[in-house]
């Protein structure tokens, strides 16, 4: 069963930085658009950025210049690379793999917490 799979979270300081990484999928990696959410407690999961398969990218706007979203298709892999935290980032962030209706998948969660 094809699947993919988040690391990276963890606890973090106001202004810090931490590298979330999402694997999976072997060689069809290349063709899938990737993406990350968030679900904070009690909010809906929401859009943070995405990478298309061309490359193109799309930030939410309460991460821009903050957050970097990046694939290295040779090693299957997406990152989002999370600067200048804050606690309202605080959440769990999901890798999201699209390729057509029938092949939305997405990962287990990492949980990223943002606090003094």
């Known amino acids: 069963q094809v699947h993919i799979e988040e690391s990276g979270g963890g606890l973090v300081q106001p202004g810090g930085s931490l590298r979330l990484t999402c694997s999976g999928l072997?060689?069809?990696?290349?063709?899938?658009?990737m993406g990350w959410y968030r679900q904070a407690p009690g909010k809906e999961r929401e859009f943070v950025a995405q990478?298309?398969?061309?490359?193109?990218?799309v930030h939410e706007d309460a991460v821009k210049g903050r957050f970097t979203i990046s694939r290295d298709n040779a090693v299957s892999t997406v990152y989002l690379q999370m600067n200048n935290l804050k606690p309202e980032d605080t959440a769990v962030y999901y890798c999201?793999?699209?390729?057509?209706?029938?092949?939305?998948?997405w990962g287990q969660g990492t949980q990223v917490s943002v606090s003094s």
């Open positions: 999201n793999a699209f390729l057509g209706a029938d092949r939305n998948l």
């Open positions: 072997g060689r069809s990696f290349r063709f899938y658009d």
């Open positions: 990478i298309t398969r061309e490359g193109l990218t």
